[in-house]
């Protein structure tokens, strides 16, 4: 091939080699400049500023927590002699009047041995007499008698104890057996121990009446609740409940009853706490003013208990104030200055801060916000690995543009 064509065809190419290094090249560098060089004038992580006025109002302080609803008045019926269930009346959801009968265990057993006690007072009393005619010492006959007596009495109790009764009016929430069960309860009925009440009564007295309670845990035979008197429920961390008190006034709202809320009373804090996964707890219960349409035994709520509460006060926002140790400070902007001024605060709200000294109403101060640009990446929130908001540095894979290059928006050599 001639000289000069062989020239003529290499001189393309290394003009195009030429353009595309120069190309290359530029696209590094405004790649560089776009994503990884920080703007002029301004720093990674620089916060920014804004105003807001010192107004005048009230502040409140809450105290929330995440409870669920349940009877106010609970019993828990239980049978006063032991037996072998023969009938049971109720079943779960029933409503019920007080001294109905719920239930029933044999009374084969508890009748003869009230017959059998009734033998035995007659004996007695004929012995007490045989000695009264014979004129001696009556002092053991009398005492038989009197014990023959209580024998009767217990084994009455007996048998009337095999019938159980509504010791209070309401719904049956829980039946924990079932006929040819043990009277003890136990095995599995026609309730499953809990029902809507949760089954929060302690287990009944043992005379076919019951204990009527708040809470508890179940152990009645039958477990009843009133559902037309309802309360809530909850937990709070042990440096909120310092800050509670019997008494003070709370709003519930419904998390399946979209827009239901009440109005309630803070009416019972435990007082020993309860521990889990090291997290102190303390048990509150609150009553319900009214209850919204829908409302049921066992759905979840949300609490919010107020808990300090100042009207007519001048206060800023919470984000405005800077403490450290005992000293209060501000930020106000004087004259388009920012001043930094020592204030005295009174109650801390759950949003607003009281001023009751250091400030006047009207006045501006400021509130630091934080921007959202980090290490150099202009604006692109945590900019990605390794660079300017893009895999492999500065916008483009492998860094700087270029495949192969290195972190940070460089290319390695």
């Known amino acids: 091939m001639p000289v ?4 003529s065809a290499r001189r393309p190419a290394a003009l195009v080699n030429a353009v595309l290094g120069v190309v290359i090249a530029a696209g590094g560098i405004w ?3 776009i994503f990884v060089k920080p703007e002029s004038g301004s720093a990674a992580g620089s916060a920014g500023t804004r105003t807001v006025p010192v107004a005048q109002g009230t502040v409140t302080s809450t105290v929330s927590a995440s409870g669920s609803v349940r009877s106010a008045v609970t019993a828990s019926a239980e049978f006063a002699t032991a037996g072998t269930v023969s009938e049971i009346r109720v079943k779960v959801g029933d409503v019920v009047k007080k001294g109905a009968v719920l239930a029933r265990v044999d009374p084969a057993a508890a009748k003869r041995d009230l017959t059998a006690a009734e033998a035995n007072l ?3 009393e004929a012995a007490l007499d045989r000695a009264t005619d ?3 010492d009556t002092t053991d006959a009398e005492a038989q008698v009197t014990s023959a007596e209580l024998a009767v009495d217990e084994a009455q109790e007996a048998v009337d104890g095999t019938v159980l009764k509504a010791p209070m009016a309401g719904t049956v929430v829980a039946v924990n057996g079932s006929v040819g069960g043990s009277s003890g309860g136990g095995s599995s009925g026609s309730g499953n121990g809990t029902g809507s009440s949760g089954g929060n009564a302690p287990g009944g007295a043992a005379d076919g009446r019951s204990t009527s309670s708040s809470s508890g845990t179940s152990g009645g035979f039958i477990e009843l609740a009133n559902l037309s008197r309802l309360e809530v429920s909850a937990s709070v961390a042990e440096a909120d409940a310092t800050k509670l008190k019997v008494g003070q006034a709370a709003t519930i709202t419904w998390n399946a009853l979209p827009g239901a809320t009440a109005t309630g009373k803070l ?3 435990d007082p020993n706490a309860s521990t889990s996964n090291n997290v102190v707890t303390y048990g509150v219960v609150f009553s319900l003013d009214q ?5 049921r035994a066992g759905q979840t709520v949300e609490v919010s208990a107020t808990v300090g509460q100042v009207d007519n006060v001048i206060y800023v926002n919470s984000a405005a104030l800077t403490t450290v140790g005992n000293r209060h400070t501000v930020t106000v902007l004087e004259n388009g200055q920012q001043v930094t001024r020592s204030v005295e605060v009174g109650l801390m709200g759950d949003q607003a801060v009281e001023i009751t000294s250091g400030l006047q109403v009207g006045e501006q101060v400021v509130l630091k916000i934080s921007s959202t640009s980090t290490n150099g990446n202009n604006g692109f929130p945590r900019g990605g690995p390794a660079g300017g908001g893009f895999p492999g540095g500065a916008g483009l894979p492998g860094g700087g543009g270029f495949p192969g290059g290195g972190t940070g ?3 390695n050599r």
């Open 31 to 33: 790649a560089y400049t």
């Open 409 to 411: 928006g460089r290319t």
């Open 134 to 136: 014979a004129g001696s």
């Open 4 to 7: 000069r064509r062989l020239l």
């Open 267 to 269: 009416t019972s804090i």
């Open 291 to 295: 209850l919204p349409d829908g409302a």
């Open 122 to 124: 007659d004996a007695a």
